[in-house]
Nanobody
Framework: QVQLVESGGGLVQAGGSLRLSCAAS??????MGWYRQAPGKQRELVAS???????NYADSMKGRFTISRDNGKNTVYLQMNSVKPEDRDVYYC?????????WGQGTQVTVSS
């Protein structure tokens, strides 16, 4: 079993920046990603990164968010720039090992306008 722990969420002003971190208790050999979910809505992909650094972004995040990964620290990051009010959500970290998928508990991002 792998545990994922997110941190870095909080209140940010519109147009500002925030950096989320997700630390895994063990090495993640597969893709890691960030998802977000608003109340009453489905969880949606924000960005993902493979073990060799190939990234994928949702269209609305391209150019504003950057995902990165430190395999030595079993940690994935999400740098959020030019934050918009609509980015207000709970952000979840996800990691995959072979056929197992793990989720963090989520971290709240609140945007003030």
């Amino acid at each position: 079993q792998v545990q994922l722990v997110e941190s870095g969420g909080g209140l940010v002003q519109a147009g500002g920046s925030l950096r989320l971190s997700c630390a895994a208790s063990r090495s993640i050999s597969g893709t890691m990603g960030w998802y977000r979910q608003a109340p009453g809505k489905q969880r949606e992909l924000v960005a993902s990164i493979t073990s060799v650094g190939t990234t994928n972004y949702a269209d609305s995040m391209k150019g504003r968010f950057t995902i990165s990964r430190d395999n030595g620290k079993n940690t994935v990051y999400l740098q959020m720039n030019s934050v918009k009010p609509e980015d207000r959500d709970v952000y979840y970290c996800e990691g995959a090992n072979w056929s197992s998928v793990y989720w963090g508990q989520g971290t709240q991002v609140t945007v003030s306008s």
